[in-house]
């Protein structure tokens, strides 16, 4: 009798840890950062749970996408590139600021400070790495991660802990070209895993082809809709 209670109990407690709903995601543009090549992402990863739950495992897709090379990660030289060509831009709000740039992990220091942009540059251990094809995240994930390429508040700089009943937002920044291949993006699918065992896959849709908030690719469009 004992032994069948504690078994119960068990199954009990793992039902709630591993339900479906224990780990909500959603996604959306950050239209202020967007402009003709970059499209910024914010995803928000809620935890609907008593326990803290870490998110080991991070993918994202575009089933519009056929050939993924056509979509790069910013990283590296290539996103303090970015900043500083938008450093106006991102300091008119500072709480965005904060959210976008974040600490680096390691670096004991907020990436903007009185310097400005020179603060990126002496924070970010830079590598080779400027920019890398979609396709190639798994691939490399540990690396990005490990030479500070990105920022800690990052998409892909690792593993995610999310306390109890709250949330965490990453981000990431993607670049595409003027191409043929190219399809105006309008939805992401998102793959995560839990250390508690549970997964995600949801699709997101970001916009239609109607909705010019975010200026990313915006060229793909002047043709149907007029100018942005």
Same mark, same amino acid.
């Given at each position: 009798? @004992?032994?069948?209670?504690?078994?119960?109990?068990?199954?009990?407690?793992?039902?709630?840890?591993?339900?479906? #709903?224990?780990?909500?995601?959603?996604?959306? @543009?950050?239209?202020? /950062?967007?402009?003709? /090549?970059?499209?910024?992402?914010? !995803?928000? !990863?809620?935890?609907?749970?008593?326990?803290?739950? &870490?998110?080991?495992? =991070?993918?994202?897709? !575009? $089933?519009? =996408?056929?050939?993924? @090379?056509?979509?790069?990660i910013v990283t590296g030289k290539s996103l303090i590139s970015w900043h500083e060509a938008?450093?106006?831009?991102?300091?008119?709000?500072?709480?965005?600021?904060?959210?976008?740039?974040? =600490?680096?992990?390691?670096?004991?220091?907020?990436?903007?400070?009185?310097?400005?942009?020179?603060?990126?540059?002496g924070a970010v251990a830079i590598g080779s790495l400027g920019t890398l094809a979609l396709?190639?995240?798994?691939?490399?994930? &540990? *690396?990005?991660?490990?030479?500070?390429?990105? $920022?800690?508040?990052?998409?892909?700089?690792?593993?995610?802990?999310?306390?109890?009943?709250?949330?965490?937002?990453?981000?990431?920044?993607?670049?595409?070209?003027?191409?043929?291949?190219?399809? /105006?993006?309008?939805?992401? =699918?998102?793959?995560?895993?839990? #250390?508690?065992?549970?997964?995600?896959?949801?699709?997101?849709?970001?916009? &239609?082809?109607? *909705?010019?908030?975010?200026?990313?690719?915006?060229?793909?469009?002047?043709?149907? @809709?007029? *100018?942005?």
């Amino acid at each position: 009798m @004992f032994v069948r209670l504690l078994i119960t109990i068990f199954i009990v407690f793992s039902t709630k840890v591993y339900a479906e #709903d224990a780990l909500e995601v959603e996604g959306a @543009f950050l239209s202020e /950062y967007c402009s003709e /090549y970059f499209g910024m992402l914010n !995803f928000r !990863f809620e935890n609907n749970t008593d326990e803290w739950v &870490t998110i080991k495992e =991070v993918n994202i897709s !575009f $089933p519009e =996408v056929k050939d993924t @090379f056509v979509i790069d990660i910013v990283t590296g030289k290539s996103l303090i590139s970015w900043h500083e060509a938008t450093s106006t831009l991102i300091a008119e709000n500072r709480f965005m600021s904060s959210l976008i740039l974040g =600490v680096l992990s390691g670096a004991g220091a907020a990436m903007i400070g009185k310097g400005g942009s020179q603060g990126i540059g002496g924070a970010v251990a830079i590598g080779s790495l400027g920019t890398l094809a979609l396709k190639n995240i798994s691939s490399v994930r &540990t *690396d990005i991660a490990a030479l500070n390429l990105v $920022p800690s508040s990052h998409l892909l700089h690792g593993e995610i802990l999310v306390p109890p009943s709250l949330v965490a937002d990453r981000w990431i920044l993607l670049n595409t070209k003027d191409s043929k291949k190219t399809p /105006y993006i309008t939805e992401v =699918v998102v793959e995560a895993k839990t #250390d508690k065992g549970t997964r995600v896959n949801k699709k997101i849709i970001l916009r &239609t082809d109607q *909705d010019r908030s975010c200026r990313w690719q915006s060229k793909l469009l002047k043709g149907n @809709f007029g *100018d942005f």
